[in-house]
């Protein structure tokens, strides 16, 4: 025999006006890093030329992204172990002055030491944040370095070479940082070139058209107290934007 099948259930239908079903909230999705961050350290030296105590704040950081970065700032808190704050700075200094992809480099804040502030103070602990962004495709144009050198001249650190823009661009105003090493590759310092007449020996402030090469001379930069100059290289990253 056969055995009839089951009526199907009755579907409920929903009354006209019902509202419709809201859909989820879209979450957006987080952007991806652009730099990873090493531990940050203090260093802490007497300015040769003015017997001034002065400090520099660095932190390691390695672009991971794929195209050239620039730093546009960053905020160092110094707290005691209660958490309280001792000291803040920002800026936006940075070594190289851009970061190609897979480059690695420092963020730093330098400045004289007028507070009596012991920024080695081993109760201390330092924070940071820091802003990155990337720069515009065919933006960054690295420049040469050539005759690099280092020497000790009326109690400052001097250093002397020539920037090369063997481009077809004429810069504006070129960008030129500097690395400290000790002899096993460890970074001492950091420091930039400001530029203009003062440090490039141009003719029209800092000004480079394209095919020429501008000598500079610069003397703002310091080795913690207890390292000879004598064992310290160093090395330049030159820089011209076109837009």
Not at 4 to 12: F, G, N
Not at 22 to 39: D, H, I, K, N
Not at 57 to 83: E, F, Q
Not at 138 to 160: D, H
């Amino acid at each position: 025999p056969v055995t009839p099948a089951a009526p199907a259930p009755e579907q409920e239908t929903p009354p006209a006006d019902a509202p419709a079903e809201e859909a989820p909230p879209e979450v957006e999705a987080e952007p991806a890093p652009l730099v990873e961050y090493g531990e940050p350290s203090i260093n802490q030296w007497v300015e040769l030329n003015e017997a001034e105590p002065c400090f520099q704040i660095m932190v390691p950081v390695t672009n991971i992204s794929g195209d050239y970065l620039g730093h546009r700032t960053a905020v160092y808190t110094l707290k005691d172990k209660d958490g309280s704050e001792v000291a803040a700075f920002e800026g936006a200094d940075c070594a190289p002055s851009y970061l190609a992809p897979g480059e690695s480099g420092v963020i730093y804040y330098t400045a004289i030491n007028r507070s009596g502030i012991d920024y080695l103070n081993p109760d201390y602990t330092l924070e940071y944040e820091s802003e990155f962004f990337a720069m515009g495709e065919g933006t960054v144009i690295p420049l040469k370095v050539e005759n690099l050198q280092l020497a000790k001249v009326l109690g400052s650190i001097e250093i002397t070479g020539e920037l090369v823009n063997d481009t077809d661009y004429d810069f504006e105003f070129p960008y030129l940082s500097f690395l400290f090493y000790d002899e096993d590759g460890k970074i001492l310092s950091a420091a930039f070139c400001m530029g203009g007449n003062n440090d490039f020996n141009s003719e029209d402030f800092g000004k480079q058209p394209a095919g020429t090469t501008m000598p500079f001379t610069s003397y703002r930069y310091w080795l913690p107290d207890d390292y000879p100059m004598e064992k310290a290289t160093v090395e330049a990253f030159g820089f011209g934007l076109h837009y």
